[in-house]
């Protein structure tokens, strides 16, 4: 069946550093992917989403390419905050009506000053 | 504000009590979803509805039962609660064709069964 692999974390990083967030997925068909944020105490928040080869999706200055050849969605930033610090899930829908989205395990990441 | 709303927030439970969790949401969404969060395990579908009056089963249903009588709630049970189901609750909703759109999610249910 479908499904998504996160790098595992923490993540530790000093403000201002470059991110990466590795997302590889499998699939049958042409899913849509997306990066969801979860801040302490909070639900999860959609950051950003792409629903075909080569699609970039962006949003506050966080980036992911889908990249079917390598089947993978990683999150780049190029300049972290500590207000980033929060658990990031990576998620695929098959896009096949009555299913739902599938989470990977998230990854946790820290900034510090 | 317009979202997901889940009730309660916290709940502790003993082992062998009920209980429901209710999730509304106010954007005529069709389809609704309740996902389980565990250290280590990421969110795990439990079960979801694609629309009033009909649900269906995910990943993790045993021990949870829903129902969808109206399409704007989306209640999740716990017939005896077990210290297993010790975990956060998060309930979330999307139109349909949520490929493009993506979900939005309730800020969740910390349920400590005891």
């Known amino acids: 069946g479908d499904s998504v692999t996160q790098m595992e974390g923490p993540v530790t990083l000093s403000e201002e550093a470059f991110l990466t967030i590795n997302c590889t997925y499998t699939?049958?068909?042409?899913?849509?992917l997306f990066w969801y944020v979860q801040y302490p105490g909070e639900g999860l928040q959609l950051l950003l989403k792409?629903?075909?080869?080569?699609d970039k999706g962006s949003n506050k200055g966080f980036e992911a390419t889908y990249r079917k050849e390598t089947t993978s969605f990683h999150l780049e930033k190029g300049s972290v905050q500590v207000s980033d610090s929060a658990v990031y899930f990576c998620?695929?829908?098959?896009?096949?009506?009555?299913?739902?989205?599938?989470f990977g395990k998230g990854t946790t990441l820290s900034v510090s000053s | 504000n317009a979202g997901v709303t889940q009730t309660p927030k916290f709940r502790v439970l003993k082992t062998g009590q009920s209980m429901t969790l209710l999730c509304a949401q106010d954007?005529?969404?069709?389809?609704m979803y309740w996902y389980r969060q565990d250290p280590g395990m990421g969110l795990r579908l439990i079960h979801y509805?694609?629309?009033?009056?009909?649900?269906a089963k995910g990943e993790v249903p045993d021990g949870y039962n829903v129902s969808r009588l109206k399409k704007q709630n989306f209640l999740l049970g716990l017939e005896s609660a077990a210290p297993s189901q010790t975990s956060v609750y998060f309930c979330?909703?999307?139109?349909?064709?949520?490929?493009?759109?993506?979900?939005?999610f309730g800020s969740g249910t910390r349920l400590t069964v005891v």
């Open positions: 979330a909703s999307s139109y349909l064709g949520q490929e493009f759109y993506g979900y939005t």
């Open positions: 699939a049958t068909g042409y899913p849509s």
């Open positions: 792409a629903t075909k080869a080569d």
């Open positions: 998620a695929l829908s098959s896009n096949q009506a009555g299913t739902a989205l599938i």
């Open positions: 954007m005529n969404h069709e389809y």
């Open positions: 509805s694609v629309g009033e009056g009909t649900t």
